[in-house]
């Protein structure tokens, strides 16, 4: 999932215009996130926006920290994302429209040259709504991972299961599941499912040929298709307290539909958040 960028880039929105201070009080949206440069992945410092469509005027900015890092409150209804930095060309998004008590949790791609060829990817999404039916809350609350199990599709684990390991890391627990290969539990780029058909013994083994690994967080793509990033790579560093269950689908015949991209015919990671 990701957002559409607009055609036209953000110069247009005036820097000149006065930014309109965001009252402290009550239940506002959130937006927080990285902004990053396209061709590297790598974080990158700059201003992030939310803009009225209608006069094209910043409602509320921020500017990142040495990490890319920002984040931003404002009142319900329809904006856009605008994000820019000094010697790129500067980004606006589709209108986004949110309600009171949303949680957006975002990755900026911004580049040199041209627009981005990556979308705004979507990390976490939390929106206000009406309390569910109790035989509803655990499908909601997990994204489907129980309905999975039962249905034996990959392979899920839990906090029942981190706590029989000593793993404190998902990459540290991650060396534990049969056919991924994880060369360094520190970095998710270093892992790759095995396609051998072999016992789960010697499925680990270095010498196994290896595939390349998609990466989801709460349903959202993580990794940037073709290239390692950073930010992708750190995942492999969530302490398991953070985490309320873990995926691993090893190739395309396991794969639901929901994480079928094409060009993750070998496999793919699924996190799923503590909120």
Same mark, same amino acid.
């Given at each position: *999932?990701?957002?559409?960028? @607009?055609?036209?880039?953000?110069?247009?929105?005036?820097?000149?215009? $006065?930014?309109?201070?965001?009252? +402290?009080?009550?239940?506002?949206?959130?937006?927080?996130?990285?902004?990053?440069?396209?061709?590297?992945? @790598?974080?990158?410092?700059?201003?992030? *926006?939310?803009?009225?469509?209608?006069?094209?005027? %910043?409602?509320?900015?921020?500017? $990142?920290?040495?990490?890319?890092?920002?984040?931003?409150?404002?009142?319900?209804?329809?904006?856009?994302?605008?994000?820019?930095?000094?010697?790129?060309?500067?980004?606006?998004?589709?209108?986004?429209?949110?309600?009171?008590?949303?949680?957006?949790?975002?990755?900026?791609? #911004?580049?040199? =040259?041209?627009?981005?060829?990556?979308? #705004?990817?979507?990390?976490?999404? #939390?929106?206000?709504?009406?309390?569910?039916?109790?035989?509803? =809350?655990?499908?909601?609350?997990?994204?489907?991972?129980?309905? @999975?199990?039962?249905?034996?599709?990959?392979?899920?684990?839990?906090?029942?299961?981190?706590?029989?390991?000593?793993?404190?890391?998902?990459?540290?627990?991650?060396?534990?599941? %049969?056919?991924?290969?994880?060369?360094?539990?520190?970095?998710?780029? =270093?892992?790759? *499912?095995?396609?051998?058909?072999? +016992?789960?013994?010697?499925?680990?083994?270095?010498?196994?040929?290896?595939?390349?690994?998609?990466?989801?967080?709460?349903?959202?793509?993580?990794?940037?298709?073709?290239?390692?990033?950073?930010?992708?790579?750190?995942?492999? +560093?969530?302490?398991?307290?953070?985490?309320?269950?873990?995926?691993?689908?090893?190739?395309? =015949?396991?794969? %639901?539909?929901?994480?079928?991209?094409?060009?993750?015919?070998?496999?793919?990671?699924?996190?799923?958040?503590?909120?």
């Amino acid at each position: *999932m990701g957002f559409e960028f @607009r055609t036209r880039t953000a110069t247009a929105v005036a820097f000149a215009c $006065t930014v309109f201070a965001v009252s +402290s009080a009550g239940a506002q949206a959130v937006v927080r996130g990285f902004l990053y440069d396209d061709a590297t992945g @790598r974080p990158i410092p700059g201003t992030v *926006m939310l803009v009225d469509p209608a006069s094209d005027a %910043p409602v509320v900015h921020a500017s $990142t920290d040495s990490s890319g890092q920002f984040q931003l409150q404002a009142r319900a209804g329809a904006y856009q994302l605008a994000a820019v930095h000094p010697g790129y060309k500067s980004v606006l998004s589709a209108l986004i429209h949110f309600q009171d008590g949303e949680r957006l949790t975002i990755r900026i791609p #911004i580049a040199e =040259s041209s627009d981005p060829q990556n979308k #705004i990817g979507v990390l976490e999404h #939390i929106r206000p709504s009406a309390p569910v039916k109790a035989s509803e =809350s655990r499908a909601v609350a997990d994204g489907g991972v129980s309905s @999975r199990k039962l249905a034996a599709v990959g392979l899920q684990y839990s906090h029942a299961d981190f706590d029989k390991s000593s793993a404190q890391s998902l990459g540290d627990f991650l060396q534990s599941v %049969p056919g991924l290969r994880v060369v360094d539990p520190r970095s998710a780029s =270093s892992m790759a *499912m095995t396609r051998t058909g072999a +016992s789960p013994s010697s499925v680990l083994s270095r010498n196994a040929n290896a595939c390349h690994v998609g990466w989801f967080v709460d349903g959202h793509r993580m990794d940037l298709p073709g290239r390692a990033d950073p930010m992708t790579d750190g995942l492999a +560093s969530l302490s398991l307290d953070a985490v309320e269950a873990v995926e691993v689908f090893r190739g395309l =015949s396991e794969t %639901p539909a929901q994480f079928a991209d094409p060009d993750l015919r070998c496999g793919v990671v699924a996190v799923w958040m503590r909120h």
